[in-house]
C-alpha cells in the first residue's frame, strides 16, 4: 500500500511539475478574441462620443419654444 502511495504522490508530482514547466502559450483563438474584445471596445467608445454629440446637438436646436422659432 505504501509503495503504490509512493508511485501515486510520484506520477502527480512529475505530472504537476511538468504542467507548470511547459508553460501555457497564447492561441490564435486567444489573440483573435482578445481582437474582438478590443474592437467591441472602440466600437462603445465612437458611440459614447456620437450619442453625446447628438444630445448636444439635439439641445441646441431652435424648438417652438425658442426665440429663434420662424413663423
Same mark, same amino acid.
Given at each position: 500500500?505504501?509503495? %503504490?502511495?509512493?508511485?501515486? %504522490?510520484?506520477?502527480?508530482?512529475?505530472?504537476?511539475?511538468?504542467?507548470?514547466?511547459?508553460?501555457?502559450?497564447?492561441?490564435?483563438?486567444?489573440?483573435?478574441?482578445?481582437?474582438?474584445?478590443?474592437?467591441?471596445?472602440?466600437?462603445? %467608445?465612437?458611440?459614447?462620443?456620437?450619442?453625446?454629440?447628438?444630445?448636444?446637438?439635439?439641445?441646441?436646436? %431652435?424648438?417652438?419654444?425658442?426665440?429663434?422659432?420662424?413663423?
Amino acid at each position: 500500500m505504501k509503495r %503504490a502511495l509512493l508511485v501515486l %504522490a510520484v506520477l502527480v508530482t512529475v505530472t504537476t511539475l511538468s504542467i507548470m514547466l511547459t508553460g501555457c502559450e497564447p492561441s490564435s483563438h486567444d489573440r483573435f478574441r482578445e481582437m474582438t474584445y478590443r474592437r467591441d471596445i472602440d466600437a462603445d %467608445a465612437l458611440g459614447f462620443c456620437d450619442d453625446f454629440d447628438t444630445t448636444v446637438l439635439l439641445s441646441e436646436r %431652435a424648438t417652438r419654444l425658442s426665440n429663434w422659432y420662424n413663423r
